[in-house]
């Protein structure tokens, strides 16, 4: 069977059912669960609170491998309903980092090329780059080279000093062979 519908559409009720009866559906997705519970907007706090609450008591594992598959995600359900300081925010993010390097170390992973870690996400909407995977390691991945944020005025401007140098490396060239 298939649920056809989007999870940030579903009712309360209808999440409970769907979490209970999920090995029935071929098309259950956890991570879109776990997005869809902050971004359902026909859900209350309290009820979104219970939800997570179900979810994971089915797929605790999963929840927990979000810290290192998209951390982002992970946080934003983890404190639902909760008022976070910097401080608290920072030590969230060292106990993140910390359960990543255990979670990594227990399956014997030695790389992250899944989830947002192998993302090319520079920030820019209009890249057309965005969502392409990318290898660690790789050109793009430590240059972080990016053609999202292309200023056609500057790309003009370096044609023509590209162009002028070309023409004043000849006569460089030239000086020097007369001078010897």
């Known amino acids: 069977m298939k649920i056809d519908r989007k999870f940030n559409t579903l009712s309360f009720n209808e ?14 997705n956890t991570l879109g669960l776990y997005r869809s519970i902050f971004e359902n907007e026909n859900t209350s706090l309290d009820e979104k609170i219970q939800i997570r609450e179900f979810a994971n008591k089915h797929f605790e ?4 491998f979000l810290q290192i598959k998209d951390p982002w995600t992970y946080i934003k359900v983890k404190t639902l309903g909760l008022e976070l300081t910097n401080g608290d925010k920072d030590e969230l993010w060292r106990q993140i980092r910390k359960n990543q390097e255990l979670i990594l170390k227990k399956k014997r992973i030695k790389h992250q090329n899944f989830g947002e870690y192998s993302k090319h996400n520079c920030g820019y909407e209009t890249c057309p780059m965005n969502g392409i995977m990318i290898k660690q390691g790789s050109f793009m991945a430590e ?23 070309r023409k004043s490396e000849k006569s460089i060239i030239k000086n020097e062979l007369d001078l010897e």
Request: charged share 35%; net charge positive.
């Open 15 to 28: 999440y409970l059912n769907y979490i209970d009866n999920h090995k029935q559906y071929c098309d259950f």
């Open 61 to 64: 594992k999963t929840f927990e």
């Open 143 to 165: 240059y972080e080279m990016c053609i999202g944020n292309i200023n056609k005025y500057a790309q003009k401007q370096k044609s023509e000093r590209r162009k002028s140098e």
